[in-house]
């Protein structure tokens, strides 16, 4: 396990199998100072918090080509891995992130979105990521089909609204999709799964009696309800605002999925995105999830 990050996480490497790897020798590459400089503000989140959100993808390339690594599962920060990666058909893409196809309901953008808070990711995808941040802020999509001139016009005339053009607008805009949205992405990508949907797997039965049928699923975020079928499809707890996350039989942490009948979903990850950070503390996954991360 790499940590990438600043000084203040060094420590960690202290844990047995974790390295810490120092990203400022990354950010100092001429091509990620170029791209920095070319940045293009149009998202309400902050300026130097977007930027970054679009550089740690230029850094990742740059860490995996000085290991001579081909791909690597990416997490942020405020996620809590909830399963062993071996219980997930990974094999089935070469590439993985997790779709939030009801984005745009919310109005922040026309398009939808996706996210690497948890993410399968290589070179040739970092690649292709870096080649669209070019087209995008210094060639203003001038080679590209009409629509994404128009997301960026669009963006333009609703600046100082929430939403815009984040990071989580290229990962959408890569992939090849072949459903209601294959007309709104560029296809650049086209071996990508959606961790965010549910896939079945089997879970072995420590009697020694078999395998149970199960869901996988890598939650979008605990502080909303959204799944892949719907804006508002698990359980949810409105008193604590966080999804309802239940602790089953030999340590299992599942979602009710309220769109198919209650059915239960195991939960990969866990993703304390925006306000739900709070929430992220050794007392809460303690008591909430029953794991312990006191190290």
């Not at 940590?3 to 950010?27: A, K, M, P």
């Not at 996620?79 to 058909?89: A, D, G, K, N």
């Not at 949205?181 to 089997?202: E, I, M, N, S, Y």
Request: net charge negative; glycine share 8%; aromatic share 10%.
């Amino acid at each position: 396990m790499y940590v990438l990050g600043d000084q203040s996480l060094s420590r960690l490497s202290t844990i047995d199998g974790v390295e810490f790897v120092d990203i400022e020798q990354f950010r100092h590459d001429a091509d990620v100072r170029s791209a920095r400089d070319h940045y293009v503000h149009r998202s309400s989140n902050g300026k130097a918090f977007e930027s970054f959100c679009f550089e740690r993808v230029f850094i990742l390339r740059r860490f995996l080509e000085s290991r001579r690594l081909e791909r690597a599962f990416h997490l942020d920060s405020d996620c809590v891995l909830l399963q062993p990666l071996s219980r997930f058909p990974l094999h089935e893409h070469r590439v993985w992130l997790v779709n939030n196809d009801h984005y745009h309901l919310h109005g922040f953008s026309p398009l939808p979105s996706a996210s690497i808070h948890a993410a399968l990711l290589d070179v040739s995808w970092c690649t292709k990521f870096e080649e669209l941040y070019r087209q995008l802020f210094v060639q203003r999509a001038r080679d590209l089909p009409a629509f994404v001139g128009e997301l960026l016009d669009w963006a333009d005339a609703h600046a100082g609204q929430p939403g815009g053009i984040s990071d989580m607008t290229l990962y959408f805009l890569l992939q090849s999709r072949t459903d209601a949205w294959r007309d709104k992405t560029l296809g650049w990508v086209d071996d990508c799964g959606d961790l965010g949907a549910h896939w079945p797997a089997t879970l072995a039965d420590d009697s020694g009696g078999g395998n149970t049928p199960i869901l996988l699923t890598f939650m979008n975020n605990i502080g909303t309800a959204e799944g892949p079928d719907a804006l508002t499809q698990y359980a949810f707890d409105r008193a604590s605002y966080t999804m309802c996350i239940e602790r089953r039989e030999g340590g299992r942490l599942v979602a009710h999925d309220t769109v198919h009948g209650g059915r239960l979903v195991d939960v990969c990850c866990a993703h304390f995105s925006g306000s739900a950070k709070l929430k992220l503390t050794n007392e809460w996954l303690r008591r909430c999830f029953g794991v312990d991360v006191d190290r």
